[in-house]
Nanobody, 124 residues
């Protein structure tokens, strides 16, 4: 049974930083895309960042230069470092993963088989 569990969310003032973690259990990561998505109240869920087994990263334009995604195959975990946070970053953040090897990790939700329950980030 594959399970993803996010942690590290919270409330922070604008300009502050947070580091989200995603613990993966139920399978050993050996390839595929891992990503972070977010959903703000009244808005659709959107992709934020993704990384593959070769550490190639994809970022949404709104977070480029502020957010950094990383993964650790040894600990079977994924992280999202968020700096210079803005009120518009307020959302519930979800981690997602898939075992399929792709040439490019997109933000198509259908390409991610496994999802966490999310962690809330509030920026004021």
């Amino acid at each position: 049974h594959v399970q993803l569990v996010e942690s590290g969310g919270g409330s922070v003032q604008a300009g502050g930083s947070l580091r989200l973690s995603c613990a993966v259990s139920g399978y050993t990561y050996s390839g595929g895309c891992m990503g972070w998505f977010r959903q703000a109240p009244g808005k659709e869920r959107e992709g934020v960042a993704a990384v593959d087994e070769r550490f190639r990263r994809t970022y949404a334009d709104s977070v480029k230069g502020r957010f950094t995604i990383s993964s650790n195959s040894t600990s079977n975990a994924m992280y999202l470092r968020m700096n210079s946070l803005k009120p518009e970053d307020t959302a519930r953040y979800y981690c997602a993963a898939d075992k399929n090897i792709r040439t490019y990790c997109s933000f198509e939700e259908r390409e991610y088989a496994y999802w966490g329950q999310g962690t809330q980030v509030t920026v004021s």
